[in-house]
C-alpha cells in the first residue's frame, strides 16, 4: 500500500509551513521547536515530501520551504530515516523531476544532490540512469529538472562519479552532455555547459577523452544569444587554459580575439569570466606571444573595465563625503590574523633585522574599496592589467599613454578615478619606463590627495604608494615632503575610506623611507595621535599598524622624552580600556611589541603592567585549553591567537629592554608557561615561544640556565624534537634558539650536542630548505662547533660546503662572526674535514667585509697554514679555480 497523509497531519504541516514565514522572532522560535518536535515522528518527512510534490493546490513558496525543510532534516538525520521513508522520498523526487515550475524542479534538485552526499550514490543504483534517460524526454520541464538535477550532482560529486566506485559513469555521461551543446533552449545548453565545466580541472578522463570534440562544441556556441551560455562557455576555456593549454593553441589567436570580444559583454557576469582569461593567460609561458599582437586593443578594454560601476558608487555611498562621524558596522572589520614571529638575518642588499617578518605582506591590488570584497569586473580588470604589465615591461606602456593622458584630466570624476587606479596597477610592471614622467605625475597626484571627491582622494592614496620607492630615492625637499605633508592631512580626512587608505599608503611610505623620516617625525606624532581621537574602530585597528610601522622603520630615534610623551599616553590609554577577551588586542599588542623594540629602555616606565598582562594571558589561555582538553562538552576551546600575540610582545620586551627585563622575569613564573607553550599541538604557539625563548637567553641568561641545566630537564629535549622542517618557521626559531643557548652555555652545552647536531646536518643538506632555515641552522652549526668544538668537528666533511654557500651573503654582524669563530675552531681541532671544500670556505672568508682583527687572524692562518702544507705550485694550480674576484680579495686581505 502506497503511503496516504492522515488529513489532520496534513493540516498541522501546512499551518507550520505558513508560521515559518513569518517575520515574527516569537513566531519563529515557536516554529524551531515545533519542528523538532515533529521530527520525533518518522513519516513527518513523508509528509514535507507530500507537501513540495503532489500538493498542486499549496503556493509555490510554500511547497518549496517544505522541500528545504526535508533537505535540513536529510542532512542531519538522513541516517535514521526507516527505509521506507527514505525509499518514498527517492521514488517522489524522480517522479516530479519534471514538474511545471522551476521553483519546484529546482527544490527537487538540491534534495536530490543532497541525498546523493549522504553516500547514496552507491546505494540509489537508478538515479543517474534515470535523469540521463529523462534528459531524452519531449517534455521540456521533465529534460530541464533532470539536468538541473545533474549539474548539482557534478558540482557536489565529481571526483566520486569520476572514481571507480560507481563504475566510472562518466564514461556514458560526458558524450552524452556534449550531445546537448546544441540543444534549442539556452537553458538546457547552459546546464549542459556547467556540467561538463565541473570536470575540467580534475582532468576527469572521461573528459580528456572527448577533449577535441568538447572544445569545438564551445567554439560552436562562441557567440550564443544566451548570456548565461557565453558565461560558461568563458569559463570553461579559462579552466582549459590551465589544463590543456596544448589543445588551445593551434586556435589561440582566435580566442584571444573572442575573449576580447567578451570582456567587453554588456552582461557584467560574462565579462568578469572573460576578464579572468587574461589573468590566467599571464602565468603561462605563451602569453608574450599570444597577446603582443593585440595589446592596441586589450589595453583599452581593460582600463574601460576599471571604471567604478553605477551599482558600485551606490553601495560604496560614493556620494558621501563626510562621515567620520558615523559608527562603524561591526560586521564590515574583518577578522584580524596574526602573524608569528619569525627570527631572520640581515643580507646584504635588504634591511630587515632580527625578528623582521622575511614574507612581504602581499597586499592586494586595489585594496581601496573593501567594502565590495566581492570580486567585480574592476578589481579583475586592475589585477589582469597588474599581471600583464609585468610580463610585457616597457611593451604596454605605449599603448597606455595616450589613453592615460585622457583618462587623469577627464572632467568626469569617474573616469579620472580610474586613470589614477591604472597608474597604480602598472606601477610594478611599469616602473622603469614610468621614471621620466613621475617628476610631472607626482606633484599631479599630490594634488589629486585634495580633491572633492573623497574616492578619488582614496585611490590617489594606494597609487601614491605604489610610487613610494621612487619617491624616496630622490632629493626629500622634492615629493618626500610633499607627499607626507599631504598624506598626513589625509589621515585626519573626514571620510573613512580615505582615512583608511591614506593610514596604509603611509605605512608603506614608512618603510621604503625608514630614517629619513626622523626629522619630521614630531610632526608625524601629532597627526597620528590626534586620528586616535578621531577614528572609528575599523581606521583604529589600521592606525595601529602605522604607529608599528613607524616604530619598526626609525628605531631607536623614537626614544626621545618629546616623542615618548606624545606617544605613549594614548596607546596606554586604549591598552587599559581593552578587556582580556577582545581581538583589538592584537594590532595593539603587535603595535606595542614594535614600540617597545624602538624604545629600549625609554619604555621602561611603562613595560611592568605590558608585562604582567601578557603573563596572565598566556596563563588564562593555557588554563582554559587544560580544561577544554579535560571537558570539551563544558568548555569551549581557547583562541591560542592570544597566547602567540602575547608571547611575541614579551619577545619585543626582552628585546627592547635587554637585561633591563631581568627583574621582570625574575618576579614571574614565565619560564614555567613558556615549557607548556613549547608542547603546544599548534605550531604558531612553538614558533612564538621558540623565539621568545632566544631572546630571553639573550636578555636574561641567569632565569633560563637553571631549566635548562637541572637534572632531567626537558627543554633542550624539547628543541631538538622541533627541529622538523616540516615546520618551517618552528625549526628555524627552534634552531636559532639553541644557538643563542650554546653562545651562553659555553663548555657546559656539551652533553646536548648530541640531540641536535644530526637533526642540524641533516637540514643543511636537504633541498629546497628555505634561505631563512639554511642560514640560521649554519649559524646554530658554528656556534655549537664554537663552544663544543672536539663534538661538533668530526662532522665537518658532512656540513662544511653548504654551511660556506648558505653564509656568503649575510652581512657582517654578532651572528656571522660567532658562528665563523666556530668554523675556525673545529677546522683546528679537523683540518682534514675541510679539504674536500676548500675553496667554499675561502669563498665564505672572502664575503666578509672588515671582521675583527682577531678573526681576520684566525682566517689568516688558516689560508696560510692551507698553502704550505700543500706547496706554492699546488696552491697556484687550486687558486686559478677561483673566480676573479674571489682571486683578488684573498690576495688583498690575505696575501694568499
Not at 586604549?574 to 606595542?592: G, H
Not at 577544554?628 to 608571547?647: C, G, N, R, T, W
Amino acid at each position: 500500500m502506497e503511503w496516504q497523509p492522515d488529513e489532520q497531519g496534513l493540516q498541522q504541516v501546512l499551518q507550520l509551513l505558513r508560521d515559518s514565514q513569518s517575520p515574527d522572532t516569537a513566531t519563529q522560535r515557536s516554529v524551531q521547536q515545533k519542528l523538532e518536535q515533529l521530527n520525533q515522528y518518522p513519516d513527518f518527512n513523508n509528509y514535507l515530501i507530500f507537501v513540495l510534490t503532489r500538493l498542486k493546490t499549496e503556493d509555490e513558496p510554500t511547497r518549496s520551504l517544505s522541500g528545504l525543510i526535508l533537505k535540513n532534516n536529510v542532512k542531519v538525520h538522513y541516517q535514521n530515516f526507516p527505509p521506507g521513508v527514505a525509499h518514498f522520498i527517492k521514488q517522489e523526487c524522480l517522479n516530479s523531476i519534471g514538474d511545471p515550475s522551476p521553483l519546484i524542479r529546482a527544490t527537487i534538485g538540491i534534495l536530490i544532490t543532497t541525498i546523493s552526499t549522504k553516500g547514496e550514490l552507491q546505494t540509489w543504483p537508478e538515479l543517474l540512469p534515470q535523469l540521463c534517460n529523462m534528459l531524452n524526454s519531449e517534455d521540456y520541464n521533465t529534460c530541464e529538472g533532470s539536468f538541473g538535477a545533474l549539474q548539482k550532482i557534478c558540482e557536489d560529486s565529481s571526483e566520486l562519479l569520476d572514481s571507480d566506485a560507481l563504475n566510472r559513469p562518466l564514461n556514458i555521461m560526458i558524450p552524452k552532455f556534449l550531445q546537448f551543446f546544441k540543444h534549442c533552449s539556452p537553458k538546457i545548453r547552459s546546464h549542459a555547459i556547467a556540467c561538463v565545466n565541473q570536470f575540467i580541472i580534475g582532468r576527469a578522463q572521461a573528459l580528456m577523452d572527448n577533449i577535441d570534440t568538447f572544445i569545438e562544441s564551445l567554439f560552436a556556441l562562441a557567440t550564443d544569444e544566451d548570456c548565461e551560455v557565453r558565461k560558461n562557455v568563458c569559463r570553461a576555456l579559462v579552466m582549459l587554459l590551465e589544463v590543456r593549454i596544448d589543445r588551445l593553441i593551434p586556435h589561440m589567436h582566435s580566442i584571444v580575439e573572442y575573449m576580447l570580444q567578451r570582456t567587453r559583454d554588456p552582461d557584467e557576469n560574462v565579462s568578469l569570466e572573460a576578464c579572468e582569461f587574461w589573468l590566467t593567460l599571464a602565468e603561462q609561458p605563451i602569453c608574450k606571444e599570444a597577446v603582443s599582437g593585440h595589446l592596441a586593443q586589450l589595453v583599452p578594454v581593460l582600463v574601460n573595465g576599471m571604471k567604478y560601476s553605477e551599482i558600485d558608487i551606490i553601495l560604496l555611498k560614493g556620494d558621501v563625503e563626510e562621515d567620520e562621524a558615523v559608527p562603524d558596522n561591526e560586521q564590515d572589520i574583518k577578522p584580524r590574523f596574526h602573524k608569528s614571529r619569525t627570527v631572520t638575518l640581515r643580507h646584504e642588499s635588504t634591511e630587515g633585522g632580527e625578528g623582521a617578518d622575511s614574507e612581504d605582506d602581499d597586499e592586494d591590488d586595489d585594496d581601496d574599496d573593501d567594502s565590495l570584497s566581492d570580486w567585480n569586473l574592476r578589481k579583475c580588470s586592475a589585477a589582469a592589467l597588474d599581471v600583464l604589465a609585468n610580463v610585457f615591461r616597457d611593451e604596454l606602456l605605449p599603448h597606455l599613454l595616450p589613453v592615460l593622458k585622457e583618462l587623469l584630466f577627464h572632467p568626469d570624476w569617474v573616469v579620472k578615478e580610474s586613470g589614477i587606479l591604472v597608474l597604480g596597477a602598472i606601477a610594478e610592471g611599469c616602473m622603469q619606463d614610468m621614471v621620466p614622467y613621475l617628476p610631472e605625475l607626482i606633484p599631479e597626484l599630490i594634488r589629486c590627495l585634495c580633491d572633492k571627491k573623497a574616492l578619488v582622494r582614496s585611490i590617489t592614496c594606494w597609487t601614491l604608494s605604489r610610487y613610494a620607492h621612487w619617491v624616496v630615492s630622490q632629493p626629500a625637499d622634492s615629493y618626500l615632503k610633499p607627499l607626507m605633508t599631504e598624506l598626513l592631512r589625509r589621515i585626519l580626512d573626514s571620510n573613512k575610506r580615505v582615512q583608511e587608505a591614506a593610514c596604509s599608503a603611509f605605512a608603506t611610505l614608512e618603510e621604503e623611507a625608514c630614517t629619513e623620516l626622523v626629522p619630521y617625525l614630531s610632526f608625524i606624532l601629532d597627526t597620528l595621535v590626534f586620528a586616535f581621537g578621531k577614528y572609528q574602530h575599523k581606521n583604529l585597528l589600521i592606525l595601529y599598524d602605522a604607529i608599528g610601522t613607524l616604530a619598526d622603520s626609525v628605531g631607536h630615534h623614537l626614544n626621545q622624552q618629546e616623542y615618548i610623551q606624545k606617544l605613549m599616553p594614548p596607546l596606554i590609554q586604549k591598552w587599559n580600556e581593552l578587556k582580556d577577551e577582545d581581538k583589538d588586542l592584537f594590532p595593539l599588542l603587535e603595535c606595542l611589541s614594535s614600540v617597545a623594540t624602538a624604545l629600549q629602555s625609554g619604555f621602561l616606565p611603562y613595560c611592568e603592567p605590558v608585562y604582567q598582562r601578557c603573563v596572565t594571558l598566556v596563563q588564562k589561555n593555557l588554563a582554559q585549553a587544560m580544561m577544554y582538553s579535560q571537558h570539551p562538552d563544558q568548555y569551549e576551546s581557547p583562541d591560542k591567537d592570544f597566547m602567540i600575540v602575547a608571547l611575541d610582545l614579551l619577545s619585543g620586551l626582552a628585546e627592547g629592554l635587554g637585561s633591563h627585563v631581568d627583574q621582570l622575569v625574575a618576579r614571574s613564573n614565565i619560564m614555567t608557561l613558556l615549557f607548556q607553550c613549547m608542547q603546544d599541538t599548534m605550531p604558531e604557539v612553538r614558533q612564538s615561544s621558540f623565539a621568545l625563548l632566544g631572546d630571553l637567553t639573550k636578555a636574561c641568561f641567569v632565569h633560563v640556565k637553571p631549566c635548562i641545566a637541572e637534572l632531567l630537564s626537558e627543554f633542550m629535549p624539547v628543541l631538538g624534537h622541533n627541529l622538523n622542517p616540516e615546520f618551517i618557521s618552528v625549526c628555524n626559531n627552534a634552531t636559532w634558539a639553541i644557538g643563542e643557548i650554546a653562545i651562553q652555555m659555553g663548555t657546559e652545552m656539551q652533553p646536548f650536542v648530541a640531540l641536535v647536531l644530526g637533526s642540524l646536518v641533516e637540514i643543511i643538506n636537504r633541498a629546497n630548505t628555505p634561505k631563512t632555515l639554511l642560514e640560521n641552522t649554519a649559524i646554530t652549526i658554528g656556534r655549537l662547533g664554537y663552544v663544543c668544538p672536539q663534538e661538533v668537528a668530526p662532522m665537518l666533511p658532512q656540513f662544511v660546503q653548504p654551511w660556506c654557500t648558505s653564509l656568503r651573503n649575510i652581512r657582517d654582524n654578532e651572528e656571522k662572526d660567532s658562528a665563523f669563530r666556530g668554523i675556525c675552531v673545529m677546522i683546528g681541532v679537523n683540518p682534514g674535514g675541510v679539504v674536500q671544500d676548500f675553496i667554499f670556505f675561502c669563498d665564505a672568508v672572502a664575503s666578509w667585509v672588515n671582521p675583527k682583527d682577531d678573526l681576520r687572524d684566525m682566517f689568516y692562518k688558516i689560508l696560510h697554514g692551507f698553502k704550505d702544507q700543500v706547496g706554492d705550485d699546488n696552491w697556484k694550480q687550486f687558486s686559478e679555480q677561483f673566480p676573479p674576484l674571489l682571486k683578488e680579495r684573498l690576495s688583498a686581505c690575505y696575501g694568499v
